[in-house]
């Protein structure tokens, strides 16, 4: 729109791209800020990510202003890479070791440590070593060696591109990216320094006797089995021949990447390269019977028993969540007589098949799987027997004292016992339980109440639909009953409903943040998927003695997990026990590191530009450098500030009855020919048709500048000057426009907030457009994010396109006529005016539809809201 002179073309061209590179870092700030306050659950790669573009786009901006200003702010580079040093310090993953060894001996992991073998392999060997409990024996896999995989086969920068573009809130989207990665992966060759390690820790394994093996691959990742389960989310090969050993290992290590694993990880808040991946390689027990001990009664957690849950076969089918199993209460005071047992009708069994082809490794990885177990029929005689014997069950149980004593915590125990009788351990983990003595107290009385309609001396007259179900994870919760069928449905369970289903799958936890509660019609409340939901603590029920057919589609029910009932409708009674759910996440390793960076990337302490401190030494973030040289930039191109002899070079101070300061550059009859040689302008100066109609909009008499009585203005006396008015000479207020007859290009500045309006307004409707950004704010984060929704509302309403992120918009208005944009231009202004400061006093309780309905009907004045709630 403009031509500068040849003197200043040079620093002009700087200008406008210090200008981009200005607009893209307060994009990528903006992303960031929106991850850490809205808490969005991305992969850390995201953040890695945006930071990279912001930081780029920072330092783009110093080299430019060093080519406005080639004989000052040299320092800002020094400044710029200590904190752009700090952050990445805490953004870079650990030092992956790709060196040997690739593989451990079973008898020698617990001489290593978890971040080599894993949690899994390391706890089962500590146990066999130092408790002197039976295992399967083999080898383990390292993480060495899967750092080394992704490294030989250079799959980790496309792994985490691809987890950049990851949406955990979309199914669809977070199956596709998990897809593309585990096939990435899948189609990989294991490097030939593996294969030995592998072939070499077998020959070793065989050369102790162990002749014609099968074995079993388990993933062994680190964090995994831990405070966070990761229960069910990775892939268990079995009945594996020593042929096939690397494609089993392949389809393991790419399960870290399936999409209830990705789910399940992003929820918590681990990054990826804290979970690396080594797998445990142990020989194939062909199980006469399974199942899994917990070391405390969930159900009664004040009771001192241990529960055995124990099925026929292998224990997939109960840890699946597709079988129940028989269930034997043993006293830990008295572990040497079994107390209770309850005995479930058993009706199939998984079995390891017998018939192997010579040439397993050409089996393709997705058939691996189906070959090497089947589902049979269990013999009618043994459908009702129990599944473990007397002697074996209390073995178990002494077992069981004894690692819970040695973990000092609860113990979810996997166990099987051979054919020939002999019982092994194949994995211990600390079994969550969400423990509330009041609700303790509360389910004991409950169950020694006959009537179930009474529950704390409070009548309930909801109907009971279903009763006598076993608790999974203990609580109430209430919703439209979604009863889902079949798995592909799970995209279309709708948010706070109540889950109803046949069997638990594993694969349900990419829908646990949708659903209230669960009511699972049979299985055990020892499976995977309820390890799951008593993590994210989701109340949920197994085992519907009576009414699982009575529930209906969207009729919406009430959960009691505690006393195992079902309610129609919303028990009121109940209510008071519902907790607010607890998000682990705020806390997470993510939050933590993501703290640390938004405080040496998007801190503003940097915020008196007329002070003697306002200079590179005072920077104490990236967010303060790109204030500086913004800033500076601007004075810089208008040749405005304290140096002495400094030139206008054409900027012309426009003075007007508000507190508000403009530089103005003329490019092409904006102002009245009889203003040209003027060092200072009126609002009647001007002739800009764009400039005229947002200084109308500012000038607006139902606009108000100033202080109110309604707010504590001295909380903010770095903003709000002597007398609760900002004065008109201060550069807290001063902003700059480059203008012509129909083009305007302006950047306001109220105070801690900016905003960049662009636009041509002409005859030409074709031609016409605004372009608006808005950002920053001197309030709290969720007072700039109210405010963001206030601007958004109002934008939209007067035909913007507008996208938000945090308390950056973006807003786009195109094709209107003169007219409409000169009504749209003077709307814009008063909004601009009316939104000043608001971040400070807008408060989340406040009805935002109200607030824009009123400013709609000619509102703009609204600090009495912070007394006057609508």
Not at 20 to 29: G, L
Not at 307 to 315: C, D, K, N, P, R
Not at 397 to 425: M, Y
Not at 470 to 492: A, F, K, W
Request: hydrophobic share 40%; net charge neutral; charged share 25%.
């Amino acid at each position: 729109m403009f031509s500068p002179g040849t003197v200043l073309r040079e620093k002009y061209e700087a200008f406008k791209k210090l200008l981009e590179y200005d607009k893209k870092a307060h994009e990528f700030m903006a992303e960031l800020e929106d991850i850490f306050y809205n808490q969005k659950k991305n992969d850390f790669q995201t953040v890695v990510k945006t930071y990279d573009q912001f930081a780029a786009s920072a330092y783009g901006m110093v080299e430019e202003l060093l080519k406005m200003c080639p004989s000052n702010y040299w320092s800002l580079k020094d400044y710029f890479k200590k904190f752009d040093f700090y952050i990445r310090f805490m953004l870079a993953p650990p030092d992956f070791d790709f060196s040997p060894p690739f593989t451990i001996e079973f008898n020698k992991i617990s001489s290593f440590d978890e971040a080599i073998a894993g949690k899994k392999a390391f706890c089962l060997s500590h146990l066999n070593r130092e408790l002197h409990l039976p295992t399967p024996n083999g080898f383990v896999i390292t993480t060495n060696a899967f750092h080394y995989f992704l490294q030989a086969n250079d799959l980790q920068d496309a792994i985490n591109e691809k987890l950049t573009k990851l949406d955990i809130s979309d199914v669809s989207s977070c199956e596709q990216i998990s897809i593309e990665i585990r096939t990435m992966i899948l189609n990989a060759d294991v490097p030939d320094d593996i294969v030995i390690a592998c072939d070499n820790a077998m020959k070793s394994f065989e050369a102790r006797g162990n002749i014609n093996c099968r074995f079993a691959l388990r993933s062994s990742a680190v964090k995994e089995d831990g405070e966070i389960s990761f229960a069910g989310q990775y892939k268990t090969m079995l009945n594996m021949g020593k042929n096939d050993i690397f494609n089993g290992y392949k389809q393991v290590i790419a399960s870290k990447y399936s999409s209830q694993a990705l789910f399940y990880r992003i929820s918590h808040g681990v990054p990826d390269h804290d979970t690396p991946m080594a797998v445990l390689v142990i020989e194939m027990i062909d199980s006469k019977s399974s199942g899994v001990i917990y070391s405390k009664d969930i159900e009664n957690p004040l009771s001192d028993n241990l529960l055995i849950h124990s099925i026929w076969g292998q224990g997939e089918l109960l840890v699946e969540g597709e079988a129940a199993c028989d269930l034997i209460a043993i006293s830990k005071k008295e572990p040497d007589k079994i107390d209770s047992i309850k005995i479930a009708a058993k009706e199939k069994q998984m079995v390891l098949s017998q018939n192997h082809s010579a040439k397993e490794s050409q089996i393709k990885n997705d058939q691996i799987e189906e070959n090497q177990t089947r589902i049979i029929d269990t013999k009618k005689n043994l459908t009702y027997d129990l599944s473990l014997d007397e002697f074996s069950a209390l073995t178990l149980a002494r077992w069981a004292v004894s690692l819970e004593n040695h973990f000092n915590q609860p113990q979810d125990i996997e166990w099987c016992q051979d054919q020939s009788g002999k019982l092994f351990i194949l994995q211990s983990r600390p079994l969550n339980i969400h423990r509330d003595i009041h609700l303790d107290k509360i389910q004991n009385t409950a169950k020694q109440n006959k009537v179930l309609k009474i529950i704390n001396g409070i009548k309930i007259d909801n109907k009971i639909i279903c009763s006598k179900a076993q608790t999974v994870c203990r609580g109430v919760g209430s919703g439209s009953v979604y009863r889902l069928e079949q798995i592909s449905q799970i995209t279309q369970i709708p948010n706070g409903s109540v889950l109803v289903v046949k069997h638990a799958l594993p694969q349900f936890v990419i829908a646990i943040n949708k659903v209230n509660a669960i009511i699972i019609e049979s299985g055990s409340f020892a499976n995977h998927f309820a390890s799951i939901a008593r993590e994210f603590k989701i109340p949920a029920i197994v085992n519907i003695r009576n009414g699982f057919n009575n529930l209906v589609q969207r009729n919406c029910v009430t959960v009691d997990a505690d006393r195992g009932i079902v309610y129609d409708g919303i028990a009121t009674p109940l209510m008071g026990n519902i907790k607010p759910r607890e998000d682990n996440f705020k806390n997470s390793s993510f939050m933590i590191k993501l703290r640390y960076v938004i405080n040496f990337a998007a801190q503003l302490k940097l915020t008196e530009p007329e002070s003697d401190s306002f200079a590179p030494e005072a920077c104490r973030s990236l967010h303060d450098i790109i204030r500086f040289v913004h800033e500076t930039a601007v004075r810089e191109m208008f040749s405005i500030g304290k140096r002495k002899g400094g030139r206008k070079k054409g900027a012309k101070k426009l003075i007007l009855n508000i507190p508000m300061l403009f530089y103005v550059l003329d490019v092409g009859s904006g102002i009245n020919n009889n203003q040209k040689n003027a060092k200072i302008l009126k609002s009647d100066d001007i002739a800009s048709i764009p400039m005229q109609a947002v200084l109308k909009g500012l000038l607006h008499p139902g606009i108000c500048w100033s202080e109110t009585t309604h707010f504590d203005w001295e909380e903010y006396d770095r903003i709000v000057m002597a007398g609760g008015i900002i004065s008109a000479d201060s550069s807290m207020f001063g902003s700059y426009a480059v203008l012509s007859k129909e083009y305007l290009n302006v950047n306001f500045r109220f105070g801690y907030h900016f905003v960049i309006l662009d636009t041509i307004c002409s005859s030409s409707k074709e031609d016409n457009y605004i372009l608006f950004r808005f950002s920053g704010g001197g309030g709290t984060p969720e007072g700039r994010t109210i405010r963001a929704k206030f601007i958004k509302g109002i934008l939209t309403r007067l035909g913007f396109m507008v996208q938000i992120k945090s308390d950056l918009i973006d807003a786009e208005f195109k094709n209107g006529s003169l007219k409409i944009m000169e009504k749209t231009l003077d709307m814009t202004g008063r909004l601009l005016g009316t939104t000043k400061l608001m971040d400070m006093y807008l408060k989340k309780d406040l009805d935002i539809e109200f607030l824009i309905d009123d400013f709609m009907n000619g509102r703009y004045d609204f600090r009495s809201t912070v007394n006057d709630k609508p």
